[in-house]
């Protein structure tokens, strides 16, 4: 679905990413660990065009991306829900799901809404409340649907979990599950988070100060105690 081949991205002297290379498969979640500073968020910003890369090559089904622009990637199906869990506080929730469908290339359908309806109820039961008074676990949501509305076949999440209580990430993993196994979603999650996003990827790929330390099954990973002390943190 998405292949990395030897990415580099650098802020002046600082290389963030070095020579990164995987490939996130189709239908399966992907996950991208390592601790702060490692480099994931470098990562999505290169994949989504918001960064740009020193070298290397990116994949998206094939075609490779490079110099494509930012607000070309709805078009391209791929959706980048990034890090903070922004909304627009003034508008309500279904003002601001709305405003993920605008780079669609149509208007929005009542049943793109209810697409999102569905999975997150508690967004349809508040449609039009507006999204301050969401917490962070319902914003979290907010943002997952409003990126969804743009009907993406993979979907870049940046720390989803963070700052959330664990039953609530928990509900959010299980939900992206679900979206992988109903609609073939491809996902590439961020985390910090390892224990959780291990538990619900298929795959995981690790950073260290830019470089991948390593790329295999999640089960695999998650029972690497050597790999889970170095560079997980559990
Ligand atoms: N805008 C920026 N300017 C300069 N350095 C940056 C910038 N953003 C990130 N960095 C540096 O790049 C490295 C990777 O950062 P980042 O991608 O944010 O890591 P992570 O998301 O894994 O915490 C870090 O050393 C960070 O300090
Ligand atoms: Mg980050």
């Known amino acids: 679905m998405l292949t990395l081949h030897e990415l580099s991205t650098s802020y002046g002297p600082v290389k963030a990413l070095q020579q990164v290379s995987f490939t996130a498969r189709e239908g399966e979640i992907t996950a991208v660990l390592g601790a702060n500073g490692a480099g994931k968020t470098t990562l999505l910003r290169t994949v989504s065009g918001l960064q740009r890369a020193d070298s290397g090559t ?4 094939g ?3 490079g110099k494509v622009a930012a607000d070309r990637m709805p078009g391209l199906g791929m ?3 990034p890090e903070g869990r922004g909304v627009i506080t003034e ?3 279904e003002e601001n799901l709305r405003l993920g469908g605008l780079g669609r290339g149509r208007r929005v359908q009542p049943a793109d809404l209810d697409r999102v309806y569905d999975l997150f109820a508690i967004l349809g039961d ?5 999204a301050h008074t969401l917490s962070g676990g319902e914003r979290q949501m907010l943002v997952i649907g409003r990126a969804l509305m743009a009907g993406p076949r993979m979907l870049l999440l940046d720390e989803p979990s963070l700052g959330l209580a664990p039953r609530i990430v928990a509900q959010i ?3 992206l599950r679900g979206l992988v196994q109903s609609d073939g979603l491809s996902v590439l999650l961020v985390e910090q988070n390892a224990r959780s996003a291990l538990s ?3 795959h995981g ?3 260290n100060l830019g470089r991948v330390v390593a790329d295999d099954d999640a089960a695999t990973l998650a029972a690497d105690d050597q790999l889970r002390h170095a560079y997980l943190g559990f």
């Open 91 to 93: 508008l309500t929730i």
């Open 126 to 130: 508040r449609r039009a409340a507006l």
């Open 200 to 202: 619900v990827a298929d």
């Open 173 to 175: 993993f299980d939900l």
């Open 63 to 65: 075609r490779r991306l």
């Open 58 to 61: 990116i994949e998206l089904e």
């Open 205 to 207: 790929v690790v950073l």
């Open 79 to 81: 959706a980048h829900v």
